[in-house]
């Protein structure tokens, strides 16, 4: 026992990946493949609002040296008393994903999102931007089309530089081109995965963007009175002192910790798989830990 504990105590996991079920922009099946050329232990597919991804890695079959945790990242609205600009999104791990709540919530978020994207694109168009969803449904197949895929049309046909250009211009919230979407409320969302049987967690706490510490704690405690089971603690955008902070939160409130790395492919040229930056290390033992509490 003690070499399997010795060989668990090195092995690293990426519970936060997207793939071309969303606007990531590798397959599951070329996700599985490089999850296990870098030797992970676990990983999870986190598309937004979709678990066609999951769906499809589970046909593929998982190598019984990766282990695989169902996922799904879904954009929420705060509780009524809170108000914060930042992005806040509930992951939902080990769901069961023939669960019919949980694929008609879905199902109305996906239409949500093909709702939405031709109201950005006449928005750029009525600035002058000649671009059509035709020519982005071409791109990318079957996938469920977001602003990232917007943004990288705005690149290549050379309006912007970059896709954070194309974000911070135009696409993000407050921007000229902006659409809000329709959202479930976090209870909803929590409500969905605890139904599903899945464990409903808090992701990239610091991209809420709630500077001040106390309310992001009240935050955390209205959410684990209404259901969540854990803090996404390890996350690119988090720094040491981040991760020592929202590991006391999470201890304080007997939360489970998790961590990913948000990988999106070439989507987010900056972020490896597994190790977001180059430098973020995410323990196995989150992983059992996670597996223990089902
Ligand atoms: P959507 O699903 O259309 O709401 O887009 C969400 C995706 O856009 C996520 O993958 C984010 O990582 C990405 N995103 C959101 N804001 C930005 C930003 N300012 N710069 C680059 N990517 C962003
Ligand atoms: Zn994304
Ligand atoms: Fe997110
Ligand atoms: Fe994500």
Request: aromatic share 6%; glycine share 8%.
């Amino acid at each position: 026992m003690k070499e399997l504990s010795d060989y668990n105590k090195n092995v690293r996991i990426d519970l936060h990946i997207h793939s071309t079920a969303s606007d990531g922009t590798l397959s599951p099946l070329e996700i599985l493949n490089l999850a296990q050329s870098l030797n992970l232990g676990a990983i999870s597919l986190t598309d937004h609002d979709t678990i066609d991804g999951t769906k499809e890695a589970l046909a593929i079959g998982i190598s019984p040296s990766l282990k695989f945790l169902t996922g799904v990242e879904i954009s929420v609205h705060p509780p009524p008393s809170f108000s914060f600009s930042g992005s806040f999104h509930v992951l939902g791990y080990a769901i069961n994903i023939d669960n019919s709540i949980l694929n008609q919530t879905l199902a109305i978020l996906q239409e949500a999102r093909k709702d939405r994207n031709p109201r950005i694109i006449e928005l750029l168009n009525r600035m002058g931007f000649e671009l059509t969803l035709n020519e982005i449904q071409k791109e990318v197949g079957e996938c469920q089309i977001g602003r990232p895929h917007i943004a990288k049309l705005m690149v290549k046909k050379g309006f912007v530089q970059s896709i954070n250009e194309a974000f911070d211009k135009y696409l993000a919230k407050g921007e000229p081109a902006y659409v809000d979407k329709f959202r479930v409320g976090c209870d909803r969302a929590i409500e969905v995965i605890l139904d599903a049987g899945g464990i409903p967690v808090l992701a990239h706490p610091f991209l809420l963007n709630i500077k001040n510490d106390t309310v992001l704690e009240a935050l955390i405690i209205s959410l684990k009175e209404i259901g969540l089971k854990g803090i996404e603690v390890y996350y690119p955008e988090h720094t040491q002192n981040l991760i020592a902070r929202y590991t006391e939160i999470a201890n304080r409130h007997g939360l489970l910790m998790t961590g990913g790395t948000d990988f999106h492919g070439s989507t987010k040229p900056g972020i490896k798989m597994g190790s977001g930056k180059g430098n973020l290390s995410i323990p196995y033992d989150l992983y059992e830990k996670l597996i223990a509490s089902l």
